[in-house]
């Protein structure tokens, strides 16, 4: 089976929209979304009524906790908190209860699904090859899949050797059979690796691969958007650049 990654939406319509289209395209059985449909963006219900409607299974973010209170706002930067806020009383009923029902992890099938990492579900950023070790000692899956970062980017392990791990552009591929592997999709609406683009990860099952994929969308949309709703103006310009 084939199976699309998406993570990190953060209320961007435009780009989820985009992912969709190339997941279509793909020829991808199923979808799984890594969490924070919500957050930066200012279109959180679309996004959350987008994953209902395509997404076989959906995680929570941090944003998303933020947003249903599960987690303190005080524990977000100064512009997370106040876009969750805004979230928060912006989002109708439906979008609230969809939230409310996801969870941070989903350990159940043939790979280990967190938003963050399996030592911290909700909240480690897993960027150097120290977590990435700390992490495979941690997972109960020999290859997991994680978001949180908006970096796409792979760690593996060998048997006796060192977790080595590097960042991926788009069209790089990742042959799964052998060794343990923690594998970050990227970022659907807020790219943080330099790409502007938006990012997915195709994932062959049956196979043991994975694509690395990333799609134009309609960055001066998002961001009028985000500027329309009086949000930070930090996070519409920061979408042009990938950071």
Known sequence: MRVAIVSDIHGNRHAFEAV??????????????????????????????????????????????????????EDFSSGAALAAKWTRETITPATRDFLDRLEPQRLEG????????????????????LQAE??????????????HSHVALSFE???????????????????????????????VGQPRDGDPRAAWLELDLDGWAA????????????QAAIRAARLPDSLAERLSYGQ
């Open 157 to 187: 392990r060998r048997r006796g050797e060192a977790a080595t791990g590097q960042t991926r552009a788009a069209g790089e591929q990742l042959e799964l059979g052998a060794g343990e592997w923690l594998i970050n999709p990227g970022s």
């Open 211 to 222: 694509a690395y994929r990333r799609v134009d969308y309609d960055i001066a949309g998002a």
């Open 110 to 129: 043939s790979v280990g699904l967190y938003h963050a990492s399996p030592r911290d579900p909700v909240w480690e950023y897993v960027l150097s090859t």
């Open 20 to 73: 969709l289209d190339a997941v279509a395209a793909s020829g991808c059985e199923e979808i799984w979304c890594l969490g924070d449909l919500v957050g930066y963006g200012a279109d959180p219900d679309a996004c959350v009524e987008l994953a209902r409607r395509h997404a076989g299974l959906c995680l929570a973010g941090n944003h998303d906790l933020g947003v249903t209170g599960a987690i303190p706002l």
């Open 134 to 147: 700390l992490c495979l000692d941690a997972q109960n899956h020999r290859v997991c899949v994680i978001g």
